[in-house]
């Protein structure tokens, strides 16, 4: 059965730190990697991830994916409160998305 | 981006009743729309594919019976809760590939309380 895992499952920083999500994946016809930040509502789309070392950078945030490890990371750099939200990895097969079970990170001012 | 709605945002109803919510691409043509829900503190488990003018595909454990989906229009699907009963109450989301692309793109969520 296909799975995400993510770790870990909660993270609570100071404004300011660097934090790295982590991502395991075990899909079968793996296509590609999606990151997703979801507040309150539905999730926004963040990075989707193919090959394998190309890192995708947006702003303050990168992610990379090790397909020979069959994992992902999520790189935030100098956190922000606005950052504080569930991370959420997802793997797509051959039919359908993956979820992991979400990263709860929390920036304390 | 890509725009993806959902209607209404919020419900709630009796029990023994049946809703119905829409998802809507805005700005694309979806042959494909993807129906998941999610529990608090829980992640996202997909329920259902849509196929644009076929029968959707459901996940193992869900009922197509009780979860009624239609997608009728290259930007319209919905899905009804037949007889809803409190442990249906969750928020469940849509989400839309655009032609050929891979990415998802969510839609605001519906959050369902059966009383």
């Known amino acids: 059965e296909d799975k995400v895992v993510q770790s870990p499952l909660s993270l609570v920083v100071h404004e300011g730190d660097t934090v790295t999500l982590n991502c395991s994946y075990e899909?079968?016809?793996?296509?590609?990697l999606l990151w997703y930040k979801q507040e309150k509502k539905a999730p926004t789309f963040l990075f989707m991830l193919?090959?394998?070392?190309i890192e995708k950078k947006s702003g303050r945030l990168s992610s990379i994916l090790d397909k020979k490890e069959l994992s992902s990371i999520l790189n935030i750099t100098a956190t922000q409160t606005g950052d504080s939200a569930i991370y959420l990895c997802?793997?797509?097969?051959?039919?359908?998305?993956?979820f992991g079970q979400g990263t709860r990170l929390t920036i304390n001012p | 981006g890509a725009v993806v709605s959902q209607h209404p945002s919020r419900v709630i109803c009796k029990s023994g009743t049946s809703v119905k919510i829409e998802c809507r691409s805005l700005?694309?043509?979806?042959?494909?729309m993807f129906w998941y829900r999610q529990f608090p503190k829980k992640s996202l488990m997909l329920m259902a594919t849509?196929?644009?003018?076929?029968?959707?595909?459901?996940e193992q454990g869900v009922e197509k019976d009780k979860f009624l989906i239609n997608h009728a229009s290259l930007t319209l699907s919905t899905l009804t809760v037949t007889s809803a009963h409190p442990e249906d109450s969750s928020f469940y989301i849509c989400?839309?590939?655009?032609?050929?692309?891979?990415?998802?793109?969510f839609g605001p969520g519906t959050r369902l309380l059966v009383l």
């Open positions: 899909v079968t016809n793996f296509r590609s």
């Open positions: 849509s196929n644009e003018g076929s029968k959707a595909t459901y």
């Open positions: 193919t090959s394998s070392g």
């Open positions: 997802a793997s797509q097969g051959a039919q359908k998305l993956v």
């Open positions: 700005d694309f043509q979806a042959t494909t």
């Open positions: 989400s839309a590939n655009r032609q050929n692309q891979e990415t998802q793109y």
